[in-house]
């Protein structure tokens, strides 16, 4: 993959010109930040396009030492040039390739926090117990990357686990890791309850949404009904005695968000409007890449909440991405979440992959 000289050298003097303009005396304090961000986003590139200006050079110029056309040169010399030509070609298409993968266009959303939801499908309280059980797995890797998970709401099952979940997790490059996990999920195991040992297949269905800023998406009050009326439970001391739960229904869209779990009317409110908002915007991405139908095809997956992407096989302690027909026979330590990150890289890695493929050619 070829990356031209001019295009590297248009990298690297951006980056020095950002840099040299944020060292301005009369840089306002706006500008700094738009420079920092700008600064932030093209390093990485510099410095991966440095490294392959870097490569080409010492190629170049071992190519002539070893070609004997200097006056000095020996057989000694020679050689010497040749070994480490071996070696730079060894390492150029490396350095070209994570280039490349720098040079790719992101996705906006890869750097915001997402918005997780598991919801229990097929399988009555087998799936409940199981979205329990990836609700775990998604809390556990979490901790593992210094990610933040809040729960939003939850709707607890009484044999355990949830008929449905709400969490959203804070930290750098959640939507990025997390993307590629919605869709629905599969589990072949013996439940608790079958006295005949018969293995059961229960489903339960992933959504992870990139998190706005409230910038982001506008919502006017006149879009929206708001309905307050007095939440239900299963008893006991946490069941509110005032009307404080939540309906918000965003009129436009025919979007409907409930929120229920905090004692205070304002807090619920509060939830449900970051529901909503991670919700249309989510819609808005879902339109635009709908309209550029090629990239949207380079994906790992389309993003379809009802396309099933794994199996989590217990019988034979295996878990399989159908997507890119990666199959682990470590389940245990996937769903404690230890071995979630080599799916999730594997994911990621074969979308970098499709999208460098669909390039025709850089430069």
Same mark, same amino acid.
């Given at each position: 993959?070829?990356?031209?000289?001019?295009?590297?050298?248009?990298?690297?003097?951006?980056?020095?010109?950002?840099?040299?303009?944020?060292?301005?005396?009369?840089?306002?304090?706006?500008?700094?930040?738009?420079?920092?961000?700008?600064?932030?986003?093209?390093?990485?590139?510099?410095?991966?396009?440095?490294?392959?200006?870097?490569?080409?050079?010492?190629?170049?110029?071992?190519?002539?030492?070893?070609?004997?056309?200097?006056?000095?040169?020996?057989?000694?010399?020679?050689?010497?040039?040749?070994?480490?030509?071996?070696?730079?070609?060894?390492?150029?298409?490396?350095?070209?390739?994570?280039?490349?993968?720098?040079?790719?266009?992101?996705?906006?959303?890869?750097?915001?926090?997402?918005?997780?939801?598991?919801?229990?499908?097929?399988?009555?309280?087998?799936?409940?117990?199981?979205?329990?059980?990836?609700?775990?797995?998604?809390?556990?890797?979490?901790?593992?990357?210094?990610?933040?998970?809040?729960?939003?709401?939850?709707?607890?099952?009484?044999?355990?686990?949830?008929?449905?979940?709400?969490?959203?997790?804070?930290?750098?490059?959640?939507?990025?890791?997390?993307?590629?996990?919605?869709?629905?999920?599969?589990?072949?195991?013996?439940?608790?309850?079958?006295?005949?040992?018969?293995?059961?297949? +229960? !489903?339960?269905?992933?959504?992870? =949404? *990139?998190?706005?800023?409230? $910038?982001?998406? @506008?919502?006017?009050? &006149?879009?929206? #009904?708001?309905?307050?009326?007095?939440?239900?439970?299963?008893?006991?001391?946490?069941?509110?005695?005032?009307? +404080? !739960?939540?309906?918000?229904?965003? =009129? *436009?869209?025919?979007?409907? $968000?409930?929120? @229920?779990?905090?004692? &205070?009317?304002? #807090?619920?409110?509060?939830?449900?409007?970051?529901?909503?908002?991670?919700?249309?915007?989510?819609?808005?991405?879902?339109?635009?890449?709908?309209?550029?139908?090629?990239?949207?095809?380079?994906?790992?997956?389309?993003?379809?909440? &009802?396309?099933?992407?794994?199996?989590?096989?217990?019988?034979?302690?295996?878990?399989?991405?159908?997507?890119?027909?990666?199959?682990?026979?470590?389940?245990?330590?996937?769903?404690?979440?230890?071995?979630?990150?080599?799916?999730?890289?594997?994911?990621?890695?074969?979308?970098?992959?499709?999208?460098?493929?669909?390039?025709?050619?850089?430069?």
């Amino acid at each position: 993959m070829h990356i031209s000289a001019e295009r590297i050298a248009q990298i690297e003097a951006r980056r020095d010109e950002v840099q040299a303009s944020m060292t301005r005396a009369d840089l306002a304090p706006e500008e700094f930040v738009r420079l920092s961000k700008e600064y932030a986003e093209i390093e990485p590139v510099a410095r991966a396009a440095h490294e392959v200006r870097r490569l080409r050079q010492e190629l170049q110029a071992l190519e002539y030492m070893a070609g004997g056309d200097g006056a000095d040169a020996d057989a000694a010399m020679r050689e010497m040039a040749q070994e480490e030509m071996q070696l730079i070609k060894s390492q150029l298409p490396g350095a070209e390739r994570a280039l490349a993968l720098q040079l790719l266009p992101r996705d906006a959303a890869d750097a915001r926090p997402a918005m997780l939801e598991i919801r229990a499908g097929t399988g009555g309280d087998e799936a409940a117990l199981f979205a329990g059980d990836l609700f775990r797995m998604y809390q556990r890797y979490a901790d593992a990357q210094g990610w933040k998970m809040e729960m939003i709401s939850a709707n607890a099952a009484e044999v355990g686990g949830f008929k449905e979940v709400v969490a959203s997790i804070t930290g750098a490059g959640v939507f990025a890791k997390l993307k590629f996990e919605s869709g629905v999920h599969r589990v072949q195991r013996v439940p608790v309850t079958e006295s005949g040992g018969r293995i059961h297949t +229960s !489903a339960a269905t992933v959504a992870v =949404l *990139p998190e706005p800023e409230e $910038v982001d998406v @506008q919502i006017a009050d &006149s879009d929206l #009904k708001i309905d307050i009326y007095r939440a239900s439970g299963a008893g006991g001391q946490h069941v509110n005695t005032t009307d +404080s !739960a939540v309906r918000i229904t965003h =009129l *436009p869209s025919g979007i409907v $968000v409930t929120q @229920q779990d905090e004692r &205070s009317q304002h #807090k619920n409110k509060a939830k449900a409007m970051q529901v909503l908002r991670a919700r249309l915007y989510e819609a808005e991405r879902e339109r635009t890449q709908s309209e550029q139908a090629g990239a949207r095809k380079a994906m790992v997956g389309s993003g379809d909440r &009802s396309e099933r992407i794994r199996t989590y096989n217990f019988p034979q302690g295996r878990v399989t991405d159908h997507r890119i027909n990666l199959t682990l026979h470590r389940l245990p330590e996937i769903l404690e979440g230890a071995g979630l990150a080599e799916i999730i890289d594997a994911l990621i890695a074969e979308d970098e992959a499709a999208r460098l493929a669909q390039l025709d050619g850089i430069g």
